[in-house]
């Protein structure tokens, strides 16, 4: 599974990379925040690397993750996009503008695991 991670905190790309990888997924791309996020998937889409998943933080500076990922559907309406953040406030609004679920850090690995094997099972 190709995944693309949009998050603000290094060690956090860097640790999901190591289990996606062990896994057998691929990172394909990381984004830092939702301008990047925007940019990197853009050029994403148009290559052999694209994300069948975007893991999504909300709080990011330039751009929240709610507004990257309405942006990212309005380009990919069948982006699948997994929230991954600490605010639990946003969930309701992540999952009513279609992302595919929502979990809330700190998270046990295989709590995403669980979303992203359904994910795999459905493709």
Known sequence: MNILI???EPVL???LRDIFELHGDCVVSDAYDGVEALRIYRNLILSYKRPDLVIMDHRMPRK??????????QIDPSAKILFASADAKAKDRALQIGAIDFIKKPFEISTMYEVIDKLKKEH
């Open 13 to 15: 790309h860097e640790l």
């Open 6 to 8: 949009v998050d603000d």
């Open 64 to 73: 929240d993750g709610i507004e990257t990922s309405v942006e990212i559907l």
